[in-house]
């Protein structure tokens, strides 16, 4: 079963913060999204690997699997099939060339605003549909 | 040796004071004019007749043994308070030597220390006769290997070293972080090293604390800020006005806070050297643009009138970001420290190779003290601080920090009564000054 079947975009947000985590998902559940949450890498990659959502955020610090290592694995199992977007508080900017070297497609700093993160999101599903079509 | 005399006969000031020179200097004219001229004295006796032969040839025997004792002991006390002196001179070289916390050594070509200061036992733990009994290079961590070995061909090649560090093992097993500076003399090199672990340490804690801080102020605030956003956006139903007021202050001093913890953030990463730009083809026209559309609020809030004047695109190489963070604080202190119908421009051009954005404002102006103190830290000017207009006395640190990068500077100009204006030149991007110059032939 596809889940975006009831064309309902499933998004999976990771981050080992509740608040951050519950934040991300109702500002994106307000907009329509279908999204699921996960504590930590690990949970997020498992959820991600049953669901095939179409865009993960992901927390770049989390326990266990950063960020990082989730796009890599996310990378190697799914290919381009997924976006990922990754969230950072830190202000390093070799975060950002690190973040994105692992495979990421776009990455964001703490703290962001409700529409930076929908425009975000939706821009990344907009290059979802557009490589999907290219593809076809 | 003979050269020393010869400076000295040129009418120098005596130099040279070793031992040998002053036994030629004294001792071999002597040699060669006493037995000459006493010879010679003694023949005009004998041919005058004063004495007979016998008498002539002891006379000379006596005069030139005399004379010869005298000049050998006199020679012999020169040599001796030399000697002293070149002692006293060694001992208090030696002083500070052994005074030192700072490694000093010499080294040979050959890879073995000759001579080692008492600091090398109390930083490495080794005594003197270990640290000359094996190649210097047995005692360096073996990751700094290559780069130690490097560095001595250097020297050898007669490349003195201005910084060089390196980790050496202790003989408790611990490591040191060395820093080295070194001259090489024929086949020898002087060196001396400082101990920097402690440095190294400290400025690694320094940027675990910049993450830290980072991490754990910015993450509250996405919290605070994101739901007082949901909030706002009626997510949680509708509010009363009242309400809303309230939760505009909780906004405005979130907002505030958050500004004052990423200038604090970037003021730590200019300190410790990490700030870097990211940087890229960008348009001041539009940039500046963009920013009197984030300020207009604010002006309309105040009542000042905000204008943009800008007749062509510039283009500079440069961060966007930081660069608008350029602008921003430019004109919110512009709009700070102007009164109610007032005017800001914001003006972007450029000047030969460089473009030029000045922010200009007629509101009350400093005094060339405050001028003078403008970009100091915390620095708030005596009207800021008398109507309490917000600010931290860190923006314009930072914006000339930014400048800076930029290869551009800033400068101000004021008068009391009359307004102010900043001016900021950074270069123009390489092919847009190309451009200006075909355009001019």
Redesign the interface.
């Known amino acids: 079963v596809s889940p975006a079947q009831d064309n309902r975009h499933v998004v999976v947000v990771a981050d080992d913060?509740a608040?951050?985590r519950g934040?991300v998902a109702?500002?994106l559940e307000?907009v329509g999204y279908e999204v699921h949450v996960a504590e930590d890498g690990e949970a997020a990659l498992a959820l991600a690997l049953e669901l095939r959502p179409s865009v993960c955020v992901l927390d770049v610090?989390m326990p266990g699997l950063s960020g990082y290592e989730v796009t890599r694995a996310l990378r190697t199992r799914l290919g381009d099939a997924v976006r990922v977007l990754l969230l950072s508080?830190?202000?390093?900017?070799d975060k950002?060339h690190e973040g994105l070297e692992a495979g990421a497609d776009a990455y964001m700093e703490?703290?962001?605003?409700?529409k930076e993160l929908r425009d975000r999101v939706r821009e990344l599903l907009g290059n979802r549909e557009a490589a999907w079509a290219a593809r076809c | 040796m003979q050269i020393p005399m010869l400076r000295r006969r040129a009418g120098k000031p005596p130099e040279n004071r070793s031992a040998g020179a002053i036994v030629v200097r004294r001792l071999l004219p002597a040699a060669i004019v006493l037995p000459a001229v006493v010879a010679a004295i003694r023949l005009v006796g004998e041919r005058q007749g004063l004495y007979g032969t016998t008498v002539g040839v002891a006379l000379f025997a006596a005069v030139t043994i005399v004379l010869t004792v005298v000049l050998v002991l006199w020679t012999a006390r020169r040599i001796d308070a030399l000697e002293a002196s070149r002692a006293e001179l060694e001992s208090e070289r030696d002083r500070f030597y052994s005074l030192s916390p700072d490694l000093l050594c010499i080294a040979g070509t050959d890879g073995y220390f000759k001579r080692v200061n008492p600091a090398f036992t109390t930083v490495l733990g080794y005594s003197d006769e270990e640290l000359l009994s094996k190649p210097y290079l047995e005692f360096v961590h073996p990751d700094d290997h290559d780069a130690t070995v490097h560095e001595a061909d250097r020297n050898e090649l007669g490349v003195a070293t201005i910084r060089f560090e390196n980790r050496y093992a202790c003989k408790d097993g611990s490591v040191r972080w060395l820093s080295w500076r070194a001259v090489p003399a024929g086949e020898r090199i002087y060196a001396t090293a400082r101990d920097v672990t402690e440095l190294k340490a400290l400025a690694t804690m320094k940027d675990e604390f910049i993450g830290l801080v980072s991490h754990e102020l910015r993450t509250p605030l996405t919290s605070i800020r994101g739901y007082l956003e949901l909030v706002l956006e009626g997510e949680a139903g509708e509010l009363t006005e009242r309400q809303r007021t309230f939760l505009g202050v909780v906004d405005r001093n979130s907002e505030r806070l958050l500004r004052l913890v990423g200038d604090l953030l970037l003021l730590a990463q200019i300190d410790a050297g990490q700030f870097s730009l990211d940087t890229g083809s960008v348009e001041l026209r539009e940039l500046a643009g963009e920013c009197v559309e984030a300020a207009t609020p604010k002006s309309v809030e105040l009542g000042v009138a905000l204008h943009l004047t800008a007749a062509d695109a510039v283009f500079v190489e440069a961060d966007r970001v930081r660069l608008a963070q350029v602008f921003d604080n430019l004109v919110s202190n512009a709009l700070k420290f102007s009164s109610r119908g007032d005017e800001v421009e914001l003006r972007v051009g450029r000047r030969e190779d460089r473009a030029v954005i000045e922010v200009v404002d007629r509101g009350v102006g400093m005094s060339a003290a405050e001028q003078e103190q403008l970009f100091t830290r915390f620095f708030r000017s005596a009207r800021a601080s008398r109507e309490a207009i917000p600010g931290t006395g860190l923006g314009l640190v930072i914006t000339r920090a930014i400048v800076e990068a930029h290869r551009g500077g800033i400068e101000v100009e004021s008068a009391e009564g009359v307004g102010t204006t900043f001016r900021v030149e950074v270069p123009l991007a390489a092919d847009a000054v190309d451009s200006v110059s075909e355009v001019a032939a």
């Open positions: 913060d608040d951050i934040l109702v500002q307000a610090r508080a830190s202000v390093e900017r950002v703490k703290p962001f605003t409700a």
